[in-house]
Structure formats: structure tokens, C-alpha cells
């Protein structure tokens, strides 16, 4: 197949392994990855604080920057997030059609009919939950709420994470509560945030991973950014560099502020 | 448990003032626990903006772990009780499209409410606001002589403040719901739909009864049977001497003119019969439009709310019934900024609410802040979508100044609440319509608003592929802030509000299409950062 890869504003940026995993990953399964390079956000933190008319330039931008997809030119969009494929599926063509915009709402849900989050694209368009990793490490699974409630990927991540090799998959305690990052919720009601933040590094703590994972980078950051701070040893992984790890190019166990030395990302 | 009221009495409108103290040394009023709930100015809208709130109540450790115990043996009982039925999609569908009938027909609906009721004895009254609807109780009770009444647990009468109105007439009101109780006798805020005293453990609420009961045995142990013996006898008094009852209503029912009390304790039941005369009074938005319609919240509501399988009791009354409970019956049909909440498109879902309260149980956000940051009668979610739309006329949404237009950002819209919500209110898509329009009626207030300044620069960024991946090289350079560790600790504001418990890693040395251009593009096509 040929997939484009929506990056994502957040890992292009801050956290390239996760897209870098994700090409990888689909490159060793035998696909075409594109980068289409107008991309920059699906207009998630926008509409999701209000402002709905900055949004608009936004999403237009990705819309029309996806939508060759809609005509064939590839075959899937590819979306290693599950809250920005919710955005695309459930938000772009309101913020469109509200601004009076429905041609170009009709485009985004063309576009969006075709998008797929990571674990969607694996098991329900390419038919694979062993994905030949491994991956030797102690791991727990976070399943961030717009993956879990918005797309409904339900265990998908899991039969992935199941078939690596060699990993030890332990149950995340009171996995599905919010970690409490909600976008601009982090800083608007910090203290909150924080509070839900404590119990979710505790639960992760409770597992003894060495990494947790998600399908989230920014769900990720805000975990990791706990751990780091409370100095726990245990690192964050996107699940695509762990389903991108093999015996051949295995990924590293990510430094953590407990035993960071100079080690460069 | 009843799930009509709370109460809001101040030191004045307590039933027991003129009772002895309940033991030597014991006329203070215990310390509260967690320091002095700010009274409302109304009912809807008290205290500091949420995140101020909820950054005191976060202090409170007892009522961290109170909330946490209680909500998460709530959570469980209640999935346990909703997973055994089978169609319970196809029940809350049911119910959506019922409570979205009844939005549509709302007017024609409650004239039929109205005809049915006055047809059997009842007499109707039409309130626009929580004063007339205050007026009209406290003239009834008047007219009977009631100097006291006895109160079934109910949110509408919470929210028009309505024990403050008749405490300020002479009229003393007993809520004699056992939470509502509680936070009665403590001079304390309910901090929860449902279970108004659920921020109260059994320790505690064994030293409110000792203090303020009046009649409590000396010798009151914190075993919860021994707590509901003492209220019971001493709610027993109030019962029989009534004359005036005063109840909210779950359901009405149109075209027979039925109200509905959905309770656990028999306290309602007992409310609802004894006394000779009944006041209701309902939101208009609890209509049903016929009896059978029950079938279906009565198999939502318990099971969401409690956890129960079948509601304890439930009362449903017609009219008046001569030589059968109360002689006289008035309802009050309460508007109160209602109408308004009608005509919103979007809004107008919230509207649906049967006030079952599973989704403040299931809300990581209420789990740790509790009912109290929420600074209205209706907190967690659906407070957060109901409460800034039923005082958008008084502020509320689209007034940034008034502390209830932080409550749509309340959220993290994790979308646990729409899961559970019995009649599908899509709480998530609300609050981010909410903030939208909070947004918007900032835009023609002028002036600079950090927020709106960094959202226009950071979507002038975000629409372009160009400049998007320019920025991230260029933030590249910052890689080195990280020193040794790789993190940012520390920052200025506003990302202090992020580095203040969190670290936040420094950008890397390259960024993704950085990365792409280098390893999949021909120097002829490379072109990602143009």
C-alpha cells in the first residue's frame, strides 16, 4: 500500500522517533510511506480550546494537504495519535461547516473516511497484529482516552503489544482513567492536572515497566514528564518504536532522568 | 439517597436551633474538616473560578481520599449492574430519543401536564425565575400556617435556594433525605448530586450528629447503622408533625398529569403522604410524554445512579386523592433560565439530564477536586455543560468576568462521561462548543488576552507546512537547554504552569521532516521545508 504519514505537529517536532517508528515499521511490513510535506496540525488544540476560527486555517491546511487520498493517490493517511485521528474524524468538518465552509467539510470527511490511527491501520487495513517484533523489556500500556472513548480501538494496541517477542506486557491498575493532560487543560487547570498526573505515574510505577507506552506522544509527554521529574527509572515509548524494534535494529530503552548521562535523542 | 434535593441552610434555618446542645461542651459546631464552604450568593454560582477552587479542595487530604473510596465503589457497582443488561445501548437510545421528543414538543407538552393535574386537583403554578418560584412555595406554606416543612431531597429547590428564602420568612425547612441531613446539620455545601455528603466520612458525620442533632444518642458509635437509627428517630418527629411538604419531581408525566419520586430511604415516601399539603417543584424539562415512558427511566436511572438494580422507592401520585395522602397539591413549574438553554441547538442537550450523577462519578477531574470547586449545585460534568448555560443571561457563558465561564475548561474531555451518561448527552462536544463561545464574546471585548494572542500566532505557525517545519528547525537550536539531562525543569511563565510538577524535554536535535528529507528525499526533490 501506499500511506501517507500525518506526523503529527507534536512528534515532527518534539518527538521524532515516534513518526521515524512508524515509517519503519511500515516500510519493514512491505508499504510505501509519503510524507506529504505541506502538513503541519490537524487543528486538535485549537478547537479543542475554542478557538474555532483559528482552527479553521489549520485544518484547512491538512485537509488539503491530505486530500489526494480522497482522489487515490494513496491508499490510507496514517496518523500515529488517537487524539488527532479524533479530531480529523469528529472535529474537522464541524470547525468546517461552522465557519461556512461545507466544501470543504465534505472534502475533510473524504479525507477522514480514509485516515486511521496507528493500531486501526495494522490490524483493520493491513491484517497484521504480529508485526515481527521484539522487544525484551518489562512494558505497560496506557490507553489514552481519545484512543479508548473517540476512536474505540479497544484491545487493538494490546493483540500488537501481545505478539512482540520477548515482551513483558504487565496490566496497567485503573488503566483507563486520564492522566490528566487535556491539552491546554495542563496549564489552564494545572494543579488538577498534576493531581491526576500523581496517580497515573504511581499506577505505572506499580507495574515495575521499565517503559510505558501509548498511542499518544502528548499523552506520553505528560506521563514521561512525571516520571522524569519524580526521577522513577522508567521511560516512555510511542507503541510504534516498540513495534518497530527488531533482533536487527532493536530500539533502545529511552534514557530517563535517573540514569541520564549526555545521551542525545 | 434519595435524588431530589440538597439543602443550603445557613446557622439560621437550622431545624434544631432552639433543641438543647447535644452534650456538655459540644453548643460549638464541630471544626470543619475542610475548612469554611463559602455560602453562595446563589445557588448557581459561588465561591472562586474553578481552577482557584479546585486548587483548595486539592489541599484537603480526608476529602481526597473520602471521594476517591466513594466514587470508586460507586464506578464499580454501577458497571457491574449496567453490564448485566443487554440492551442497554439500545435503552439509553431509547431514552435520548424520548428526553429529545420531549425537547421538541416541550410547550405543547406542558400545557397537557397542566390541563391533566389541574383536571385531578391539582393546581399549577408558572415560575420564570428561582424568586417567583420562592414567592409561590413560601405563600402556600404561609397560607397553611407551616412554620416548618418537611423537604424531599431535590435539585430544583437546591438550586433556587429555596430553604434560604424560607428561613429569611420564618419558615424553618428539615431535609430529612440522610446526606441532605448531614449537610444540613453541618452548615456544609452538598458536593454532589446524588450523595450530597459524599465529601463526609462516617467519623465525621457521627461528630455533626453529636453536635447539632439535638437528639442524638451521647453515646453514637460511627457504625452506619447506628448513624441511620439516630436520624431516623429523629427525622420520625418531623414526619409526623408536618403540615407542609415540599418535593421535587424526577418525571412528570403528560398525559395523565403523574408526577414521580425516585428515592432510597423511604424518607420521601413518607414526605409525600403524610403531611396535607404537597408542593412540587419541577423543572420543566422532566417531562415524560406518556406513563409507559417510565419503562425506560426507571430501568436507566437506578442502575446509573446507584447502582442498584430497582429503584427502592418510587412514589408516583395524580392529582389529589380525597382520604388518601395530601388533600392539597401544588406544582411549580420551574423555568429559570431553562427556555433559554431550550433554544440552543447544541446546547440544549444538557437539558436531558435525569440527574443520575454517573458521570461525576466516573470523572478523573470531580474524583480529585470534589464537588465544592465546582461553586454551583449542579458540579462535575454535566454542572459544567448545565450550570454556565442556565446563568448565561447573568454572565455565565460568553461573560469572561464571571467565575462560571471557567467551568466548560473543567475537563480534561477524556469522554468518560458521555460513555456512561444514561441518555447520551455528549458532554465532551458541549464544553467545547461552550469554550467556543466563550471565545468568541472575548473577541469583541478588545484589549490583549495572552491566550488569544498565542492561539492566532500559533495557527498562522500550524496552517503551513513551510513554516511549521521552519519553526521546528529552528527550535532544534534550543536542543542544548536540556543540558545534561535532556529536560527542561524549569521555565518562565506560562510554561511554568507545565514545569511547576512535570518536566518537559528539551526539542531534539532534528525534527521528523528533518529526519525525512535527509534519509527519503533525492537532493532534486527535497523540498519538505520550503
Given at each position: 500500500m501506499r500511506i501517507a504519514l500525518a506526523a503529527t505537529c507534536i512528534a515532527d517536532t518534539m518527538f521524532p522517533g515516534a513518526p521515524r517508528a512508524t515509517v519503519r515499521l511500515l516500510e519493514r511490513l512491505g508499504h510505501e510511506v509519503v510524507f506529504p510535506p505541506g502538513q503541519a496540525c490537524c487543528g486538535q488544540m485549537h478547537v479543542n480550546t475554542g478557538y474555532f476560527a483559528e482552527a479553521v486555517p489549520v485544518v484547512r491546511n491538512h485537509v488539503e494537504t491530505f486530500a489526494p487520498v480522497a482522489d487515490g493517490?494513496?491508499?490510507?493517511?496514517?496518523?500515529?495519535?488517537?487524539s488527532c485521528t479524533g479530531s480529523v474524524r469528529h472535529q474537522q468538518a464541524m470547525v468546517c461547516r461552522r465557519a461556512g465552509l461545507d466544501g470543504l467539510a465534505a472534502t475533510a470527511e473524504a479525507v477522514a473516511a480514509k485516515?486511521?490511527?496507528?493500531?486501526?491501520l495494522l490490524v483493520d487495513v493491513l491484517g497484521v497484529t504480529d508485526v515481527g517484533a521484539w522487544f525484551p523489556h518489562r512494558v505497560t500500556y496506557h490507553p489514552t482516552c481519545h484512543s479508548l472513548r473517540m476512536l474505540r480501538v479497544g484491545d487493538r494496541p494490546l493483540r500488537l503489544l501481545r505478539a512482540v517477542e520477548d515482551i513483558d506486557l504487565v496490566e496497567l491498575p485503573a488503566a483507563e482513567s486520564c492522566c490528566g493532560f487535556g491539552g491546554t487543560f495542563a496549564l489552564k487547570n494545572a494543579d488538577t492536572s498534576a493531581a491526576m498526573l500523581a496517580d497515573k505515574t504511581a499506577h505505572v510505577r506499580s507495574t515495575g515497566a521499565a517503559v510505558v507506552t501509548a498511542g499518544d506522544m502528548s499523552c506520553l509527554m505528560h506521563i514521561g514528564g512525571g516520571l522524569s521529574r519524580q526521577r522513577a527509572g522508567v521511560g516512555t515509548l510511542h507503541l510504534a518504536e516498540i513495534l518497530a524494534s527488531t533482533r536487527?535494529?532493536?530500539?533502545?530503552?529511552?534514557?530517563?532522568?535517573?540514569?541520564?548521562?549526555g545521551v542525545s535523542r | 439517597m434519595s435524588r431530589t434535593?440538597?439543602?443550603?441552610?445557613?446557622r439560621l434555618s437550622r431545624p434544631d436551633d432552639d433543641a438543647p446542645p447535644a452534650a456538655a461542651g459540644a453548643g460549638e459546631p464541630p471544626e470543619s474538616p475542610f475548612g469554611p464552604v463559602p455560602h453562595p450568593q446563589t445557588p448557581l454560582r459561588w465561591g472562586d473560578a474553578f481552577p482557584v477552587a479546585a486548587r483548595q479542595t486539592l489541599q484537603n487530604a480526608q476529602l481526597r481520599r473520602n471521594l476517591g473510596h466513594a466514587t470508586q465503589v460507586i464506578r464499580a457497582k454501577r458497571a457491574a449492574v449496567v453490564g448485566e443488561v443487554p440492551d442497554w445501548e439500545a435503552l439509553r437510545d431509547a431514552g435520548s430519543a424520548l428526553k429529545e421528543r420531549v425537547m421538541a414538543?416541550?410547550?405543547?407538552?406542558?400545557?397537557?401536564?397542566?390541563?391533566?393535574?389541574?383536571?385531578?386537583?391539582?393546581?399549577?403554578?408558572?415560575?420564570?425565575?428561582?424568586?417567583?418560584a420562592n414567592r409561590i412555595v413560601t405563600e402556600i406554606a404561609r397560607a397553611k400556617g407551616a412554620d416548618e416543612v418537611v423537604k424531599v431531597k431535590s435539585m430544583a429547590t437546591q438550586e433556587i435556594g429555596l430553604n434560604e428564602h424560607l428561613a429569611a420568612e420564618g419558615i424553618a425547612a428539615v431535609e430529612t433525605d440522610l446526606a441532605e441531613l448531614i449537610v444540613q446539620l453541618a452548615d456544609d455545601m452538598p458536593s454532589h448530586i446524588l450523595v450530597p455528603a459524599i465529601h463526609r466520612n462516617r467519623t465525621e458525620i457521627r461528630d455533626i450528629f453529636l453536635a447539632r442533632m439535638g437528639d442524638a444518642p451521647p453515646d453514637l458509635s460511627d457504625v452506619p447503622r447506628e448513624l441511620a437509627m439516630a436520624a431516623r428517630a429523629h427525622l420520625r418527629r418531623k414526619f409526623l408533625s408536618a403540615k407542609v411538604a415540599v418535593s421535587g419531581a424526577n418525571f412528570g408525566v403528560a398525559s395523565t398529569g403523574t408526577l414521580a419520586v425516585v428515592e432510597s430511604e423511604g424518607n420521601g415516601r413518607m414526605c409525600l403522604t403524610l403531611p396535607e399539603t404537597l408542593v412540587t417543584v419541577m423543572g420543566i424539562e422532566?417531562?415524560?410524554?406518556?406513563?409507559?415512558?417510565?419503562?425506560v427511566f426507571l430501568q436507566l436511572l437506578p442502575r446509573s445512579s446507584t447502582g442498584e438494580r430497582m429503584n427502592p422507592y418510587t412514589s408516583l401520585w395524580t392529582g389529589v386523592t380525597p382520604g388518601d395522602g395530601p388533600s392539597e397539591f401544588h406544582l411549580v413549574l420551574l423555568d429559570n433560565g431553562r427556555t433559554d438553554v431550550l433554544a440552543d441547538e447544541v446546547g440544549r442537550a444538557a437539558l436531558h439530564c435525569i440527574r443520575c450523577s454517573a458521570c461525576l462519578n466516573v470523572c478523573p477531574v470531580y474524583e480529585r477536586v470534589g464537588g465544592h470547586a465546582y461553586g454551583s449545585v449542579y458540579p462535575g460534568p454535566i454542572g459544567a455543560i448545565l450550570t454556565?448555560?442556565?446563568?448565561?443571561?447573568?454572565?455565565?457563558?460568553?461573560?469572561?468576568?464571571?467565575?462560571?465561564?471557567?467551568?466548560?475548561?473543567?475537563?480534561?474531555?477524556?469522554?468518560?462521561?458521555?460513555?456512561?451518561?444514561?441518555?447520551?448527552?455528549?458532554?465532551?462536544?458541549?464544553?467545547?462548543?461552550?469554550?467556543?463561545r466563550e471565545v468568541d464574546a472575548d473577541r469583541s471585548r478588545g484589549g490583549v488576552d495572552p491566550w488569544a494572542a498565542a492561539m492566532k500566532a500559533a495557527s498562522w505557525l500550524m496552517s503551513d507546512g513551510g513554516r511549521f517545519g521552519r519553526a521546528g528547525r529552528a527550535a532544534t537550536l534550543a536542543h542544548g537547554l536540556g543540558g545534561r539531562d535532556g529536560v527542561i525543569s524549569a521555565a518562565p511563565p506560562p510554561v511554568s504552569a507545565w514545569t511547576r510538577s512535570r518536566d518537559l524535554p528539551a526539542p531534539p536535535r532534528q525534527t521528523f521532516r528533518q529526519w525525512w528529507a535527509k534519509e527519503h528525499e533525492s537532493p532534486a526533490d527535497a523540498g519538505g521545508e520550503r
Open positions: 493517490e494513496w491508499d490510507a493517511v496514517v496518523i500515529p495519535s488517537g485516515t486511521y490511527e496507528l493500531s486501526e536487527e535494529e532493536p530500539t533502545a530503552l529511552p534514557a530517563t532522568r535517573a540514569d541520564r548521562t | 434535593f440538597l439543602g443550603l441552610p445557613r414538543e416541550l410547550p405543547e407538552l406542558l400545557q397537557q401536564l397542566e390541563e391533566n393535574v389541574t383536571a385531578r386537583g391539582g393546581v399549577v403554578h408558572w415560575a420564570r425565575d428561582a424568586a417567583e422532566k417531562l415524560v410524554p406518556d406513563f409507559e415512558d417510565l419503562e454556565p448555560q442556565l446563568t448565561a443571561s447573568t454572565g455565565g457563558v460568553s461573560g469572561h468576568d464571571d467565575v462560571n465561564a471557567a467551568l466548560p475548561y473543567a475537563s480534561t474531555l477524556c469522554g468518560a462521561c458521555y460513555d456512561v451518561c444514561p441518555v447520551k448527552i455528549d458532554i465532551p462536544s458541549i464544553l467545547v462548543d461552550l469554550r467556543a
